[in-house]
């Protein structure tokens, strides 16, 4: 199975993952799934600790996910069914994964569409005169509780003289 990163897929709980898997594998919302099939994967996924982010990380097969998966049903339903959940978990990751991959992709083009605008931006930055700062710092020190008088001088750029007052500091 493919590695991949979504927040959200990564976060999903046991419960969540059988949801997902018996939606796929079914075609229809769990509460129109079989009642048996639903419980036996729901308890599978709950044993085994099957969780999103062991899904994303590309070390499984869906082989022994569906072997998870499949864990909590009987032996009589579970070589029946066990290829099927394979199919639905790597078809579940995979699309996940294509999801996550086309954003991802939107996202890449709409910040190089809008890096035109960030451009036009930064040279009208780089357009204004810098201010520069300068601080005279006059202390004295009585103790450890020392007393310090500061003025600050700022100039815009453009030649003109600083203008003097006490910092905020």
């Known amino acids: 199975m493919p590695f991949f990163y979504d927040k959200a897929f990564g976060s999903s709980t046991p419960l969540r993952v059988a949801h997902l898997v018996i ?3 079914c075609q229809c919302p769990v509460a129109d799934a079989d009642a048996e099939l639903a419980a036996s994967l729901i308890k599978g ?6 969780r999103g982010y062991s899904l994303m990380s590309g070390t499984l097969s869906a082989a022994q996910v569906a072997d998870w998966l499949c864990s909590g049903m009987p032996p009589t339903l579970r070589p029946a069914l066990l290829s099927r959940v394979a199919l639905a978990v790597e078809t579940l990751v ?23 605008d960030t451009q036009a931006v930064a040279a009208a ?3 204004r005169p ?4 300068v601080m005279d710092v006059d202390a004295v020190q009585e103790g450890v509780g020392g007393a310090a008088g500061t003025t ?3 100039t815009d750029g453009n030649g003109s003289a ?8």
Do not use: F, I, W
Request: net charge positive; proline share 6%; no cysteine.
């Open 23 to 25: 939606e796929q594998m």
């Open 45 to 50: 996924a709950l044993e085994s600790h099957v």
């Open 94 to 116: 995979r699309r996940k994964s294509e999801t996550v991959a086309s954003s991802s992709a939107q996202r890449q083009s709409r910040l190089g569409s809008a890096s035109g």
């Open 125 to 127: 930055a780089r357009a």
């Open 130 to 133: 810098p201010v520069s700062v």
């Open 152 to 154: 600050a001088d700022t």
């Open 162 to 169: 600083p203008l003097r007052g006490p910092s905020d500091a």
